[in-house]
Nanobody
Framework: QVQLVESGGGLVQAGGSLRLSCAAS????????MGWFRRAPGKEREFVAAITRTSNVYYADSVKGRFTISRDNAKNTVYLQMNSLKPEDTAVYYC?????????????????WGQGTQVTVSS
């Protein structure tokens, strides 16, 4: 099992920045690919970004150029730096992990999930 705990969410004005962290424990060798998803009110959970153990990355078009995903394998932690935030970025952000070493945008491909952290962007 892998346990994932997100932190760093909060309330920020449009144009501001936040940095989310996801700390992992347990069978962390299973965390070959890490991802961030989000669920806005009334919407489905959607892919945001993902990173492999060798730091290959992929972003949703909606966040490309504004968000940066990174990981520190020694600390078993993955980060999501979010800049130029918009009101439409308001959502609960979830960290996820999968054992496969290639990126997937599909939430069903991820084996482990955190509880989520709320990000609210005011206009």
């Amino acid at each position: 099992q892998v346990q994932l705990v997100e932190s760093g969410g909060g309330l920020v004005q449009a144009g501001g920045s936040l940095r989310l962290s996801c700390a992992a424990s347990g069978r962390t060798f299973s965390m070959n690919t890490m991802g961030w998803f989000r669920r806005a009110p009334g919407k489905e959970r959607e892919f945001v970004a993902a990173i492999t153990r060798t730091s290959n990355v992929y972003y949703a078009d909606s966040v490309k150029g504004r968000f940066t995903i990174s990981r520190d394998n020694a600390k078993n932690t993955v980060y999501l730096q979010m800049n130029s935030l918009k009101p439409e970025d308001t959502a609960v952000y979830y960290c996820a992990a999968r054992s496969a070493g290639y990126i997937s945008r599909l939430r069903n491909d991820y084996d482990y999930w955190g509880q989520g952290t709320q990000v609210t962007v005011s206009s």
